[in-house]
């Protein structure tokens, strides 16, 4: 596994930003509403530990060896956005056709959160998509890609992807992460998955800003 030292690192410091909300909520009971600007603060501080870390990353992962130029890897990422967007709604659509509920717990907790705290969204569209494509792509798709094989690295990293999100919506965040691993590998930048990603969560999260706002 190329740049062993900085994937481990990654990871360490992935776990901490996600556990240290609830660490100090459960340690100091006092916090209340101030929990949402330390995880804010939490979360986009990690985002560029994070990306410092993988820019410390001086050997290209199997994923990386062809890449695509900056103007095409950003082009992706926007088409990236449309793809995402149109799976969604159909496995949404299909979800309901079976009966079952297409509500998403956590979905509906962060904007109801983030309705009484705005700056909290930017815990949502910049610091989590930053971290969750260095963690999961770059690192576990992209390490595993030389272990396993693209695809035992693709579906390994989309299904930790789909329980790290842990709403019931398996196959849908299954479906994200696959596609997410896909725009990686096809242009060999993690710039092009981040971008779908922030996009993804912005176009879920600003019309619930904009109401807040007014």
């Known amino acids: 596994m190329v740049n062993r030292r900085q994937s481990i690192l990654i990871l360490i ?35 560029l530990l994070l990306l410092w870390l993988a820019r410390r990353m001086t050997a290209k992962n199997a994923v990386e060896q ?15 956005l449309v793809l995402v967007i149109v799976g969604q709604v159909l496995i949404l659509k299909i979800t309901a056709m079976l009966g079952q509920s297409t509500a998403s717990n956590n979905t509906s907790t962060l904007l109801t959160v983030g309705q009484q705290y705005p700056v909290f969204f930017l815990a949502i569209i910049v610091g989590a998509p930053i ?20 695809i035992g690295a693709t579906l390994i990293s989309s299904f930790l992807f789909s329980l790290a999100h842990a ?21 060999g930048r993690i710039q092009t998955s981040m971008t779908s990603h922030i996009l993804m969560n912005a176009a879920v999260v600003v019309p619930t800003l904009l109401t807040a706002l007014h």
């Open 13 to 47: 410091i992935y776990f901490i930003v996600y556990a240290l909300p609830s660490v100090l909520v459960a340690a100091f009971h006092q916090l209340g509403s101030q929990v949402f600007l330390i995880q804010t603060v939490d979360y986009l501080v990690g985002a």
């Open 131 to 150: 971290m969750e494509e260095i963690v999961f792509r770059k690192v576990i798709f992209g390490n595993l890609s030389a272990v396993t094989g693209k």
């Open 66 to 80: 062809q890449r695509s130029n900056w103007l095409i890897a950003i082009l992706w990422g926007l088409i990236g």
């Open 167 to 187: 709403d019931g919506h398996l196959i849908l965040y299954a479906f994200v992460g696959l596609l997410f691993c896909w725009l990686y590998q096809h242009t």
